[in-house]
């Protein structure tokens, strides 16, 4: 995936991109003036998806060429780098936050982080939290009629969709082996005997813990849905569509796998609703 380079005027009209990328023949990331224009009356916006470094570095060299020229930075990182190493040796979301941070971007975006860690961490930061997109492009218009939590580290996320939708929330949660720590089952408080349910989490990754959960529920397919903020899809997880009727997620990663009947909600029009 490569940086999108786009520009707005100061009040808000979307005007011609003064910048586009480029590589040097020995990979050096790049970017050019490409359309010249009073800067003092735009605000330029770089949008990066997934976790590739080398679009990490043309985000740094569209960075300072935008501080050179005197405009306004705004960066739309849907999904923030290392979310997930939010401790531990190396503490990964630091590393990833002073990459950030390094570049001086006036305003930088994302879309419900992982962890409350990072959002610490990165400066001049914006959040989108997921439940009015979930509502809106997702809840509204069907026959859900509860969302499931699939466990510990998603109820306060799930409980924000439900909230915001009306509905009720219901709690699973993981079990371990103590002495492997290895997944050991999944267990989940009674569920409605009719209905559509919908599995809300921020990340899906290989899926095993959304098939262990659809499992343990004893629903078909046609009674399950799955959203998820970040579709990663590694591994197995094009098998979710035996187990989940619907799948939603986001275009704030791309997915490292088809998924069957994914549905994909694309969130520039979301973020770029925050841009100060």
Not at 181 to 201: A, H, I, M, S
């Amino acid at each position: 995936m490569a940086v999108e380079l786009s520009t707005r005027t100061t009040r808000g009209t979307q005007t011609t991109a003064t910048f586009s990328t480029m590589r040097f023949p020995a990979g050096e990331a790049h970017v050019k003036v490409a359309h010249d224009a009073d800067a003092g009356d735009l605000i330029e916006i770089a949008t990066l998806r997934g976790t590739n470094g080398d679009d990490l570095l043309m985000l740094g060299m569209w960075a300072d060429a935008v501080r050179q020229r005197g405009s306004r930075s705004v960066a739309l990182i849907p999904y923030l780098p290392g979310a997930r190493q939010d401790r531990g040796l190396p503490f990964g979301a630091k590393v990833y936050a002073d990459v950030v941070n390094g570049f001086g971007i006036d305003q930088v975006i994302a879309f419900d982080p992982h962890s409350p860690v990072i959002v610490d961490l990165v400066e001049r930061l914006t959040v989108v939290t997921s439940e009015t997109v979930v509502r809106d492009h997702v809840v509204a218009g069907s026959d859900y009629s509860g969302i499931i939590a699939p466990d510990k580290g998603a109820v306060a996320r799930a409980t924000a969709v439900a909230e915001t939708c009306g509905l009720p929330v219901f709690r699973a949660e993981k079990h371990r082996n103590p002495d492997t720590g290895k997944l050991d089952g999944f267990t989940c408080e009674p569920l409605p005997e009719t209905g559509r349910l919908l599995v809300v989490d921020d990340i899906c990754d290989g899926g095993g813990t959304f098939m262990g959960l659809a499992g343990a529920t004893g629903l078909p397919k046609e009674r399950l849905g799955l959203w998820v903020s970040h579709g990663v899809f590694s591994g197995r997880a094009p098998q979710l569509a035996e187990h989940f009727g619907e799948i939603v997620t986001t275009d704030s990663y791309p997915a490292q796998n088809a998924i069957e009947g994914l549905r994909t909600i694309e969130l520039t029009p979301t973020l770029t609703e925050q841009i100060r």
